[in-house]
């Protein structure tokens, strides 16, 4: 896989779908959580949100695809894009200052992911040294 610059996933329980970049260039990867049952719910009277992701082999797939990613933008509809942010900052922390933000996005499509994403660095980029 080309890696690029930029990258924005859009994350929910069930599927990551990763897009690294360019002006002219997009690649796309998938990765599917193994359970595939979508929102995973505690047990009577355990603390939390009341929904949990058990795949910590899921988020650690979908950070292994990010390694690369200079800039990352996390996006959905759901707890996933926070689940997912925390567990960076929790299990890669190398990796945590590429997020550029997290952002509710109600189910796009991918045409809509990647103008969102395009405008949000665009922005960014004013503001954040290149490399």
């Known amino acids: 896989m080309t890696h690029h610059f930029h990258a ?3 994350i ?3 599927e990551a779908v990763i897009f690294e970049f360019a002006e002219n260039d997009v690649s796309e990867h998938r990765i599917k959580a193994p359970d595939r049952q979508g929102n995973i719910h505690h047990k009577a009277g355990s603390a939390g949100s009341g929904h949990a992701h058990d795949s910590k082999a899921y988020l650690t797939a979908v950070v292994g695809a990010l390694k690369p990613s200079h800039e990352i933008l996390i996006v959905g509809h759901g ?3 926070d689940e997912l ?3 960076i900052r929790d299990h890669a922390p190398l990796l945590a200052p590429h997020i550029m933000g997290v952002e ?3 189910q796009p ?3 809509e992911i990647l103008a969102f994403a395009r ?3 665009e922005g ?3 503001t954040t040294p290149q490399l």
Request: charged share 30%.
């Open 8 to 10: 924005v996933v859009s």
């Open 12 to 14: 929910d329980h069930a």
């Open 79 to 81: 707890t996933a894009k």
């Open 85 to 87: 942010a925390a567990f």
């Open 104 to 106: 509710a996005m109600d």
């Open 109 to 111: 499509t991918k045409g």
């Open 119 to 121: 405008k949000f660095f």
């Open 124 to 126: 960014k980029d004013l």
